[in-house]
Structures are given as structure tokens and as C-alpha cells.
């Protein structure tokens, strides 16, 4: 069975009781969340190495890492570096998102090493086996590739079975057109082929595969916007409505399904997305890119979509995918996936303070606990990146003659620190009770 199918018959899986235990929440809860699927719990039958992680507005926000070799950079060991790091950083998930030769190998290797749920978009690998032109493609390959991955251990996999032949026109009136790389692949296909989407076409087989191995869906956005311009238009929301129609067709197959969201869509429509796709897709758990709320930042492109990424986990989604500095620049390496993860550790947990989760602030009040006592080490100990949080402390009492003095920093120095200042106030307070 699947987790959903074990939810339904009112079973508690191990990986249930996991989630529970995590979250500090009941397990009936998670049971019951699982059941009607407003939550997820992405893990192949044939995991043995993984940490269950729920997935769910119940739940913390949880972050995902897209790592993977292109075309032109990288390789398996390169990948495997990355993640490592991103794992250390705190990624809840990762995805690997290879092209070219020997993906299945690679694959392998980041299955046998990450502890987290691993994600793929299948059509990548099947488009890497072909030679020649994209518009070759033989659906019953990527279906095959489906199978083969699903049997070789992936957790969870992107499939762009939203994206319809009609919906293309649509599309080609943008700025950007269509920026999902397995989205433009699909769409490409139908218009060579002048045929409807294989995914969706041949989705029951689809779901047949990954019920057998309980692959949990993420739908894949295959027209999300590619910049401000193009978000919330036409051709997304049509997708999207698609998109509610297969979260059906999922659900009643017992297979998990969650969706993913758009990537770049100016700040003040960023609510109005999440609460559409709450009430489309039926609360299924909501995967975002971001979304970048402004173009004009390459290279600090982490910051502007963390941004954005807040609000979306504040207002609806529950899996947020990183953006690196490299994003529209290049391949990320691994200090770029180091800075993505944080960025987003960050968006995810302040979104979590501003829903008022249960105990999401507790980590907050004691690094000002800490902070007013001069405790440095629990202000690192409770810093998402305390190596760099010592680093930078360091850095500056290395150059002063205050090396040894620990009730104050460098910003204000002894004399005007305001802390230091609160203390002698509420003593003279004290005296005058």
C-alpha cells in the first residue's frame, strides 16, 4: 500500500509515527492529514537509507534543493559534493535534475547517499537517451524511464501531465514564453507531433507505476512565469486548473500528490496564488520556486525569491525549492548551494513565526535570551549557519584590543552597546520599586 492507501484504511505506518514525532504532533493527525491528502509523506518502498519528511501546512515548511550535471558542467562526483552540503545546510529534500550520459549512475550514487527524499523529472533522462531531434521522443520510453526510476528507489518525481496542446497559444503570447525546461519539452513535442500531452494522455498507467512503488506526484508547472510580466495569466491559471483535475484522479488511485507553483510573480500577487491553488487543487501541498519577485538581480537572485518565498510560505505553500545566487547565470557550485539552502531555511522558518506555528518562534526567544546574556556559543549553537556566525564574530575581534572582552561587539563597542545599557537601566528601575 501506499502511504495514502494506509491513511484511508486508518493504518499507522512507521513513517507516520516518524513524521509525528518530528513535528511534535499527534499521529492521528498526521494519519488523518495523510488520508485526505493535505499532506505527504514522499517515500519509495525501496528506501532504506531515508528520513521520512511530512509535507503539509500542519507542518514546518520544508525546503528542497535542486542539484544535477548539465550539459556543459559538472559530474557525478561534483553533484555528490553538493550534496552533502546542502544536507548539512538543512535541505528536507533534494532533487537531481542531470542531463547527458550516464544519469542513471549518477542517480544511484545520490539515492545511496542522501538521507533526505530525492526527486527527479523524468523526461531529462529520457531526453538524454535519444539521438537527434527532441520531437523523436517515443512516449511508451518515457513511461519506461517512469518505471525504471520508480523500481530504482526515487522518492518523488516532477511530471509536467498539466501542460495541454491547447494551452500553447497561450503561452507564445508572452514575454518569455515557456521556461520550464520539462514543460518546453513537452510542449515541443505536441506541437511536432500536433498530438495531447503523452503524460496526460496515458496518465492511469502512469499512476499504476507509481502506486506500486508509492513515487509520491509533484505536478509539475510546465507553464510557470518566467518573469513578472507573464505571472498570473492565462495560460498558468489554465495549466493549474488542469493540474485540480489530476489531484483528483491521484487521490482516487491512492497516489500522493502535491503541486508546484509558480516562479516569478510580482509580490502582491503572491498571496493571491497560494490561496488559488489551496482552492483549486483541493489543499494539496503546495511546491513553490520562489517566486522571484523582481527581475533585475541576477547573481543575488537567493535573496529576491526568499523574499518571495516568505510570503508564499506564510500564505499557502509548504514546500518552498531554493533559488542559488547562479539562478539565470549558471550551474550552481557548492558555496551557491550552501547560500540558496539558507536563504530559503530562513524563508521557511520566518514564514512558519508569521502562521503562528506552534513552537515555530521558540528558537527565535532563545537566541534573544542568549543575546541579552552575551552567550555567544548558544547564539551560534542557535544561528541557522553557526559556522558562519562564529566566523564573522571572530573576524573582527582578531583586529581589536578586544579579543577577550565578551560582553559587547564591534557595532556599538563597549561604550554606547545598548545592551549593556539596558542591564544599568533596569537596575536604577529596580531601585526605584
Not at 183 to 211: C, K
Not at 252 to 273: I, L
Request: hydrophobic share 40%.
Amino acid at each position: 500500500m501506499t502511504q495514502l492507501e494506509a491513511a484511508r484504511k486508518g493504518l499507522v505506518t512507521d513513517a507516520m509515527k516518524s513524521v509525528a514525532a518530528d513535528e511534535n504532533t499527534p499521529v492521528e493527525t498526521v494519519r488523518a492529514a495523510v488520508a485526505d491528502g493535505t499532506a505527504v509523506i514522499p517515500l519509495n518502498i525501496h528506501r532504506t537509507n531515508c528520513k521520512p519528511i511530512g509535507v503539509g501546512r500542519m507542518f514546518t515548511t520544508k525546503i528542497n534543493a535542486n542539484l544535477g550535471r548539465s550539459m556543459t558542467q559538472s559530474g557525478k562526483g561534483d553533484e555528490l559534493e553538493k550534496l552533502d552540503i546542502a544536507l548539512k545546510a538543512g535541505a528536507d529534500f533534494v532533487m537531481d535534475l542531470s542531463v547527458g550520459d550516464d544519469v542513471k549512475a549518477i542517480r544511484r550514487g545520490m539515492l545511496d547517499a542522501s538521507t533526505r527524499p530525492l526527486g527527479t523529472v523524468p523526461v531529462y533522462e529520457t531526453i538524454s537517451r535519444l539521438k537527434g531531434d527532441i520531437p523523436h521522443m517515443d512516449p511508451s520510453l518515457l513511461i519506461g524511464v517512469i518505471r525504471e526510476q520508480a523500481e530504482q528507489g526515487v522518492d518523488f518525481m516532477t511530471l509536467h501531465a498539466g501542460l495541454l496542446l491547447r494551452q500553447i497559444p497561450l503561452a507564445m503570447k508572452r514575454k518569455m514564453g515557456i521556461v520550464s525546461r520539462g514543460g518546453s519539452i513537452m510542449a515541443e513535442w505536441m506541437m511536432e507531433n500536433r498530438a495531447e500531452n503523452p503524460l496526460y494522455v496515458h496518465w492511469d498507467e502512469v499512476m499504476d507505476i507509481l502506486a506500486e512503488h508509492d513515487v509520491t506526484v509533484s505536478l509539475g508547472d510546465g507553464l510557470r512565469p518566467g518573469c513578472l510580466a507573464d505571472a498570473s495569466d492565462a495560460a498558468q491559471f489554465s495549466e493549474l486548473d488542469v493540474l485540480g483535475e489530476l489531484v483528483e484522479r491521484c487521490r482516487k488511485r491512492g497516489v500522493q500528490v502535491m503541486v508546484e507553483g509558480p516562479g516569478h510573480v510580482p509580490f502582491d500577487q503572491v498571496r493571491m496564488n497560494m490561496e488559488r491553488e489551496q482552492e483549486v487543487c483541493k489543499g494539496a501541498p503546495f511546491y513553490v520556486l520562489g517566486p522571484v519577485v523582481t527581475d533585475i538581480a541576477p547573481g543575488y537572485d537567493h535573496i529576491v525569491s526568499a523574499i518571495g518565498a516568505t510570503a508564499a510560505a506564510t500564505y499557502g505553500a509548504s514546500l518552498l525549492c531554493y533559488v542559488t545566487p547562479a539562478e539565470h547565470l549558471g550551474l550552481p557550485d557548492g558555496d551557491e548551494v550552501h547560500r540558496g539552502c539558507i536563504a530559503y531555511k530562513i524563508a521557511a522558518h520566518a514564514g512558519d513565526v508569521a502562521r503562528g506555528l506552534p513552537g515555530a518562534r521558540s528558537r527565535d526567544d532563545a537566541m534573544s535570551d542568549a543575546r541579552a546574556a552575551f552567550d555567544w556559543d548558544r547564539q551560534f549553537a542557535l544561528a541557522l549557519d553557526p559556522e558562519k556566525a562564529k566566523a564573522r564574530w571572530l573576524k573582527t575581534r582578531a583586529f581589536t584590543d578586544e579579543a577577550h572582552s565578551d560582553d559587547h561587539c564591534s557595532m556599538c563597542g563597549k561604550e554606547f552597546c545598548a545592551v549593556r545599557t539596558s542591564r544599568r537601566i533596569r537596575e536604577l528601575a529596580d531601585q526605584m520599586q
